[in-house]
């Protein structure tokens, strides 16, 4: 069974950055496609970004494109959410993904348990 862990929320005011990171237990981004999702309370899950096997295609939703990137390490078996310019519609818990499917769908193959990101004004 693969873990995946999400590192690097927390509480930021509007206009700073966090870069969210996805460990992963075993080899397996060079095997999967990754992506981070967001819910915020009262909300569905919204896709936020996402990167394919080795890197080849990034897609970013429209919300936060121009201010997230997501990157991926291989070697290091993690996948990164850069956040720039955060505003507080950003707050929400962020899910780290991986799936056989581009971008990752549900049933994910592999999903981490989230991490808080909470942006004040």
């Known amino acids: 069974q693969v873990q995946l862990v999400e590192s690097g929320g927390g509480l930021v005011q509007a206009g700073g950055s966090l870069r969210l990171s996805c460990a992963a237990s075993?080899?397996?981004?060079?095997?999967?496609?990754a992506g981070w999702f967001r819910q915020a309370p009262g909300k569905e899950r919204e896709f936020v970004a996402a990167?394919?096997?080795?890197?080849?295609?990034?897609v970013v939703a429209d919300s936060v494109k121009g201010r997230f990137t997501i990157s991926g390490d291989d070697a290091k078996n993690a996948v990164y959410l850069q956040m720039n310019s955060l505003k507080p519609e950003d707050t929400a818990v962020y899910y780290c993904t991986a799936d056989s499917t581009f971008p990752p769908k549900e049933p994910y193959a592999y999903w981490g348990q989230g991490i808080q990101v909470t942006v004040s004004s």
């Open positions: 990167i394919s096997v080795r890197g080849g295609t990034t």
């Open positions: 075993r080899r397996i981004f060079s095997l999967y496609h």
